[in-house]
Structure formats: structure tokens, C-alpha cells
């Protein structure tokens, strides 16, 4: 996943400290049809997780049962 270029279109940013000086990242994308994809990356700037939610609303609570915060 780290060789291709990622188009993400929010600036919403969501984070969860992992380790002493290292957070990972979250932005929630929506799609055209109402679905979204939750984008993870690192302090690198590199996508290296990505999960695809029917909604905002439902990517918004996954993020925050997993210690995820806006």
C-alpha cells in the first residue's frame, strides 16, 4: 500500500497515542454514496491501514471503542 499515491479529501484528523512519542492517524473519507473509508498512517505520512464503514456516523464510533480520539 505504501507505493501508491492516496487522494484523501479530509482534514479531520482523528489520533491514538500508541507509544512515547508515536501516535497513529485517522481520516474518515466519504464516498459518493454515502459509505466512507477510515484511512490510518503513521508519523511517516504513509496509509498503512485502511477499513470501509456504511456510514460517518458508524466509522466515527469504531475510532473511538478503539482509544481513538478527535
Do not use: H, Y
Not at 489520533?15 to 473509508?37: H, M, P, Y
Amino acid at each position: 500500500m505504501r507505493d501508491k499515491a492516496v487522494a484523501i479529501r479530509s482534514g479531520d484528523c482523528w489520533f491514538k497515542i500508541v507509544e512515547f512519542l508515536q501516535q497513529n492517524w485517522a481520516l474518515i473519507d466519504r464516498d459518493s454514496g454515502g459509505d466512507c473509508t477510515v484511512f490510518f498512517f503513521g508519523d511517516t505520512a504513509g496509509v498503512f491501514d485502511r477499513l470501509r464503514f456504511p456510514s460517518v456516523a458508524e466509522a466515527e464510533t469504531g475510532l473511538l471503542r478503539n482509544g481513538v480520539k478527535r
